[in-house]
């Protein structure tokens, strides 16, 4: 799996078994002379036996293609797909702000037979990531339940282990994992039981799981844990929000517990101070959060799940935030709910926020017309309620930028696209 690529950084991520060593080699495209190899050696193994290795490349060369190959115990391993990434070019300051895409799902089950409930399988096919790995995007977020632990895998810490390296192992998943960079942050399923909060018992073993599979530049902070952090492409800036390491409990009673948050006192101070270091910074015309659960609809719309409509005070203060501090360029990246669609909600005279839900890749799925189809804050046409991720396109010039957000299905058919210009963000140029 490709990580965390920059300007003059990139991380390699790879999973062996029983390995004495394993290498890395790479070279900048057609550049022989230019050829490197890392070693590692010693390497850890977890719980259940696996290998993870990271292989974090330093002072690569700015906008350049690297070709790079695997090795383990001197023997290369073959993959039917190239094997390159690509270095951040230096735009800041010199042209203007480079056009790019990114995919953007959650909820991917794959089916585990002796670990599965009965019945019919939750998991509905495995296709949808080989489209995803030809659509040519530039990297990739999973914005939660990115696999889905069982009872029997959160009840041990083995049991989490397990989970992690079984489903990283899936066949139909390697392509996408080596096409692009990966970003990640988490939900319930990934992160223990069903709605899991806070005092989930095996938290920090779920908390080493993931930072462990996952290639992010960052993790929370050096006081408060998590698997919040953030990064930046082009003129955007991302910030993956852990919705359960500090989250109180969703049926508690917002209206005697004022304090009730998704996110903690601490990460929702980190989220703010970001926010306004981003639009300090000039070139970040968009920003995106990237959070579990739905943010912008009401609970007659809610339904079952875990809406921030649930945490009124926490949406409302972030909300006011974005407005009375000028952050335009804001949309929400949200799943959970296993269907999409689009939403936005105007918050002051020239500025909408925008949010988009994409649930889920492979797991069940429900049609959402009924219940959900007279949300106020729903773009008309835009619920699909099978199958599906969605691509955005940041581009335009500068004086003109926007966003096209397409939605396609399993079987690979566009079932929706959108364009969002920046102005409606609230914004001209950055």
């Not at 989490?160 to 096409?179: F, G």
């Not at 929702?268 to 739905?294: D, N, P």
Request: some cysteine; proline content about 6%.
């Amino acid at each position: 799996m490709i990580g965390h690529v920059a300007h003059r950084e990139a991380t390699i991520w790879v999973e062996v078994r029983d390995a004495e060593a394993v290498s890395l080699t790479y070279q900048v495209e057609g550049r022989p002379e230019t050829v490197r190899t890392v070693v590692k050696t010693g390497i850890a193994r977890t719980p259940v036996g696996a290998q993870p290795v990271a292989f974090t490349l330093p002072l690569l060369e700015m906008g350049a293609r690297y070709t790079y190959s695997i090795a383990v115990d001197g023997v290369t391993v073959e993959r039917p797909y190239p094997l390159t990434f690509q270095t951040i070019d230096l735009w800041e300051w010199r042209t203007p702000p480079p056009d790019f895409s990114f995919l953007f799902g959650t909820c991917a089950y794959l089916n585990d037979p002796p670990y599965d409930r009965p019945g019919e399988p939750y998991g509905k096919g495995v296709e949808i990531f080989g489209h995803m790995s030809r659509t040519g995007a530039d990297f990739m977020i999973w914005g939660g339940d990115n696999l889905y632990l069982r009872e029997a895998d959160f009840s041990s810490r083995s049991g989490i282990w397990y989970r992690y390296s079984h489903d990283r192992a899936e066949p139909a998943l390697q392509p996408l994992l080596a096409a692009m960079p990966h970003y990640a942050t988490w939900d319930d399923h990934d992160y223990g039981s069903n709605d899991a909060n806070r005092t989930f018992e095996f938290k920090d073993t779920s908390l080493a799981a993931f930072t462990t599979y996952w290639a992010n530049p960052s993790w929370g902070e050096p006081d408060n844990p998590g698997v919040y952090g953030k990064f930046t492409r082009g003129d955007a800036a991302f910030f993956l929000m852990d919705d359960r390491y500090h989250r109180d409990e969703s049926t508690l009673d917002q209206s005697r517990v004022e304090e009730k948050s998704v996110w903690g006192a601490r990460q929702f101070e980190w989220l703010k101070q970001s926010l306004l270091h981003a639009r300090e910074l000039k070139h970040f015309a968009f920003k995106f959060i990237v959070t579990g659960g739905q943010v912008l609809q009401s609970v007659e719309t809610a339904g079952r799940s875990e809406t921030h409509e649930l945490y009124r005070r926490e949406r409302e203060e972030l909300i006011n935030f974005i407005r009375d501090n000028t952050i335009t360029g804001v949309v929400f990246l949200t799943g959970d709910v296993h269907f999409s669609g689009l939403y936005r909600r105007k918050i002051s005279e020239t500025q909408w926020v925008y949010e988009v839900t994409s649930s889920p890749l492979s797991s069940g799925s429900w049609d959402p017309t009924a219940a959900r189809g007279g949300d106020p804050a729903l773009v008309p046409g835009t619920l699909v309620g099978t199958q599906n991720f969605c691509q955005v396109f940041v581009r335009g010039p500068a004086d003109a930028r926007e966003l096209l957000v397409r939605c396609v299905d399993r079987t690979n058919a566009v079932r929706w696209e959108h364009v969002i210009p920046l102005t409606a963000l609230g914004a001209g140029a950055p």
